[in-house]
């Protein structure tokens, strides 16, 4: 490798090994009790837990640290309700004529349908927007690996959401042109996913759904 200009020297956090093996146990037993909730309670959530789970999927690596993300933040009840009834109205065209129905025969164990109350509910709803390009003093400028950029830093906004104690859903009313529109977004942002944060609704209940093996998503050579 080349020497860098201007480094500092990088100190990681070290664990003895049983430490590591605890610690790495830990995460997943935890991770594993995540799910994606369609059920929200109106509780409220404050803005520093959203602000760090935010802040926590902005640490993500990105194709040459451009962070090519966006995060609204919707807390006013008008504004969901906008989002609500463009997102409906998505999906009652998908419902009813986009999807074949194999897709809708795939979906029908989660019981989705077009009615989307959960935006009007949840206490906030983060729009994670990709950053396809970018202006820099008035010049366009390029990012990279957008998708495999912002989809990392969802990921890592959904684990710490999770962390903390929030539930969320990771929901993709498509098209999602709309959300640029009612949030006022530049063209150079496009709309990933919407999702409903705060805590589910005592008593929700959701598919019993089994995760793969690791025999079935690993090959070791
Ligand atoms: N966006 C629609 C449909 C939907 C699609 C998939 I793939 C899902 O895993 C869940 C839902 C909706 O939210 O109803």
């Given at each position: 490798?080349?020497?860098?200009?201007?480094?500092?020297?990088?100190?990681?956090?070290?664990?003895?090994?049983?430490?590591?093996?605890?610690?790495?146990?830990?995460?997943?037993?935890?991770?594993?009790?995540?799910?994606?909730?369609?059920?929200?309670?109106?509780?409220?959530?404050?803005?520093?837990?959203?602000?760090?789970?935010?802040?926590?999927?902005?640490?993500?690596?990105?194709g040459a640290?451009k962070q090519p993300?966006f995060?609204?933040?919707?807390?006013?009840?008008?504004?969901?309700?906008?989002?609500?009834?463009?997102?409906?109205?998505?999906?009652?065209?998908?419902?009813?004529?986009?999807?074949?129905?194999?897709?809708?025969?795939?979906?029908?164990?989660?019981?989705?349908?077009?009615?989307?109350?959960?935006?009007?509910?949840?206490?906030?709803?983060?729009?994670?927007f990709k950053e396809n390009y970018r202006f820099v003093d008035g010049r366009r400028e390029k990012n990279y690996?957008v998708?495999?950029?912002?989809?990392?830093?969802?990921?890592?906004?959904?684990?710490?959401?999770?962390?903390?104690?929030?539930?969320?859903?990771?929901?993709?009313?498509?098209?999602?042109?709309?959300?640029?529109?009612?949030?006022?977004r530049p063209k150079n942002e496009v709309?990933?996913?919407?999702?409903?944060?705060?805590?589910?609704?005592?008593?929700?209940?959701?598919?019993?759904?089994?995760?793969?093996?690791?025999?079935?998503?690993?090959?070791?050579?």
């Amino acid at each position: 490798m080349k020497t860098l200009d201007n480094p500092i020297t990088y100190v990681p956090p070290t664990f003895p090994p049983e430490e590591m093996l605890r610690r790495a146990t830990e995460y997943f037993a935890y991770a594993d009790k995540r799910r994606s909730v369609r059920e929200f309670s109106d509780r409220e959530v404050s803005d520093d837990l959203l602000d760090l789970a935010i802040q926590t999927a902005s640490t993500a690596p990105s194709g040459a640290h451009k962070q090519p993300w966006f995060f609204a933040v919707v807390r006013d009840p008008d504004i969901k309700h906008k989002i609500r009834l463009a997102a409906e109205h998505e999906e009652t065209l998908n419902y009813q004529q986009r999807f074949p129905q194999d897709w809708k025969d795939d979906l029908a164990i989660f019981g989705t349908d077009e009615v989307k109350e959960y935006i009007d509910i949840a206490p906030a709803i983060i729009v994670v927007f990709k950053e396809n390009y970018r202006f820099v003093d008035g010049r366009r400028e390029k990012n990279y690996y957008v998708n495999e950029s912002v989809g990392i830093a969802a990921g890592m906004l959904i684990a710490a959401l999770h962390h903390a104690g929030l539930q969320t859903l990771t929901h993709t009313p498509n098209p999602m042109a709309f959300l640029n529109e009612i949030l006022e977004r530049p063209k150079n942002e496009v709309p990933v996913l919407l999702m409903p944060v705060g805590y589910a609704k005592e008593g929700t209940q959701v598919p019993d759904l089994t995760r793969k093996p690791i025999e079935a998503i690993r090959k070791v050579y």
